[in-house]
């Protein structure tokens, strides 16, 4: 007989290897099972187009003469704005988040803006941390006399909508040194970037989709807190959210406007008359009704021809093809948004 | 000399009345300043309109002959349908918030539904507290029997979007009694409604305006978990949300279901095509684009013949007049949205 009887009521156990937990999950499971599981939303099988993997093997997006090849050259593109993505704005400790978005900025110009740039095809963005607001002010000063990068850049997982003035001082930066804000769909929900307008869903589909949600919150947000009155000159980009929604947001924004503008009496305008000047939306993921003069009418509600610049997120799964991703166009609204929007935005 | 020095750390002081600091106030913000500050997000002004005050002096929209007169016999209108409006999914107290619903619809039954309503003009709304499922089944099933409730009414504003399994009993009752779920906008980022699709914004006009993401959110959510596969007989009303965005988002969701259907595998159809069945929406705020012709595109593309149904909002600021929200519509167009689509959702 022992003694005492002992009952331990914390002992931790694990499997000897992900394969005894692997063989009892059904196969669909077995892509996201690999997966870090830090992101809460990740895509349920490969983020990248599984032909892009470099001859050489290294990572995808790694290589500048296999993006040369596979892009550049493929679809005849004069200009890539590069987009290098740290995620930090979902990181708390903003001196890590901002040290290492300024690695980030410091590698891309040694490497992709620098030696891999011969022939000028790469352009570059200033990665930010948007909760560290004067960390990223002086990010900003730190590249902004460097011809290479043409915009800055962050996610729109943030912790408030843009047009608050805690991010102000980003602002000031941008307009000091002449350079777009631009904003790229993701991180939204994750980390510290509790502005979820995408709304904590399930799946990773649902997520994606309500990307275009997160952008919207963020454009009222700038249009209505008066920050193109405040920063006359400050462009902003809207990155891979989508850009039928507008027309549908700009009438319902200019309509409570009618209504409510005793709360915003430094507007000088309505809110959509500050687009054409302000703001630039790129095309991927453009969205493909069934019914092809749909999107044309929507584009033409939206003023794409003014505000829209192309895209292909390469190397991405959902990469949009030069040759493929848009209907006819009209000739000249064709060259403003695959050239001519993009370069007078972006002064090359 | 006292004995002992003594510093106080914790004391409250205020005003004499709130004109003290009233008068410290620019005029522009004394409307705010008399109001409740409960309320995170407050209309700047009025909420109703300032002619709906019945001639006996009571609240507006406490006046059943008044109302008559001013709606039901001034447009011509045969069935009203009544949103009675606690705003309970704020409340973090279930039980209470629950039976606060419950006082409303006993209310209402006994009032509007009843004594107020012997020309039958009336029908009503079973309210209920989304963040309490179990309490808010039973309270469906305490009036279900009753014919002159047609819906079961909540707000947008809740804790996770209405496609998640916590609110499969809600469905499961509207289904057993055969009644359409509505959801009306409010309540957004208030109390224990932490689903932010408007982004905790920093004014009213933001707020209201994006309200129509708080929907997309909510529709996505209901769309992609297969709500309408395991609830094949239920419908969804969207209140006060808006309609033009409804083409767009189903685009984009359409599209990512192309490509994540793996996440989804209990969806037999594309998510828009669950609409026409399953959804209906309300049309106040009606948008007003400047060209009218853009709004009967925008209306085209979201089957608004099969899926709108006229609302005015009585007796809110922004009532909707069935005479002039619309701009020229097609007959059959016109007839389904003010007549038929409800007729048939409510079996009037």
Redesign the interface.
């Known amino acids: 007989m022992p003694e005492q009887l002992i009952i331990d009521c914390d002992v931790h156990v694990g499997p000897k290897n992900p394969e005894e937990i692997k063989k009892h999950l059904d196969q669909?499971w077995w892509d996201r099972f690999a997966m870090s599981s830090r992101d809460i939303y990740s895509h349920?099988?490969y983020v990248n187009r599984t032909d892009a993997v470099p001859p050489n093997g290294n990572p995808i997006g790694s290589d500048p003469e296999f993006l040369r090849e596979q892009l550049v050259d493929e679809y005849g593109i004069n200009h890539v704005i590069l987009l290098q993505r740290p995620f930090t704005n979902q990181i708390p400790y903003v001196e890590y988040a901002t040290a290492l978005s300024s690695a980030y900025n410091d590698w891309i110009t040694e490497t992709w803006l620098g030696q891999y740039n011969h022939d000028g095809v790469f352009k570059g963005s200033i990665t930010i941390s948007t909760q560290d607001p004067l960390g990223a002010a002086k990010e900003i000063d730190r590249w902004g006399g460097c011809p290479q990068f043409v915009q800055v850049l962050s996610d729109s997982g943030a912790r408030?909508?843009y047009?608050?003035s805690q991010y102000y001082p980003i602002y000031e930066a941008c307009v000091r040194h002449d350079l777009p804000f631009a904003m790229h769909a993701g991180a939204d929900g994750i980390g510290i970037s509790i502005?979820?307008?995408?709304?904590?869903?399930?799946?990773?589909?649902?997520w994606?989709?309500?990307h275009?949600?997160?952008y919207?919150?963020?454009l009222?947000?700038l249009l209505?807190?008066g920050v193109f009155e405040r920063f006359p000159t400050l462009k902003v980009v809207l990155v891979e959210g989508?850009v039928?929604?507008l027309?549908?947001?700009l009438?319902?924004?200019d309509?409570?406007?009618e209504?409510?503008r005793?709360?915003?009496?430094w507007l000088r305008r309505k809110p959509s008359e500050y687009i054409r000047d302000h703001v630039r939306i790129t095309s991927q993921?453009l969205?493909?009704?069934v019914n092809s003069r749909?999107?044309l009418?929507?584009l033409e509600?939206a003023d794409a021809e003014r505000i829209l610049m192309f895209s292909s997120d390469y190397p991405h799964?959902?990469f949009d093809s030069p040759k493929h991703a848009f209907p006819k166009l009209p000739d000249t609204m064709r060259k403003r948004i695959f050239y001519e929007n993009a370069r007078e935005l972006y002064k090359l």
Request: glycine share 4%; net charge negative; with cysteine.
């Open positions: 669909r349920p099988t408030a909508p047009g608050q502005l979820p307008s995408t709304g904590y869903p399930t799946h990773y589909i649902e994606s989709t309500c275009s949600l997160s919207q919150t963020h009222v947000s209505v807190e989508g039928s929604w027309p549908t947001l009438w319902r924004l309509q409570q406007y209504r409510f005793s709360e915003v009496p993921p969205e493909s009704p749909h999107l009418k929507m509600m799964w959902d």
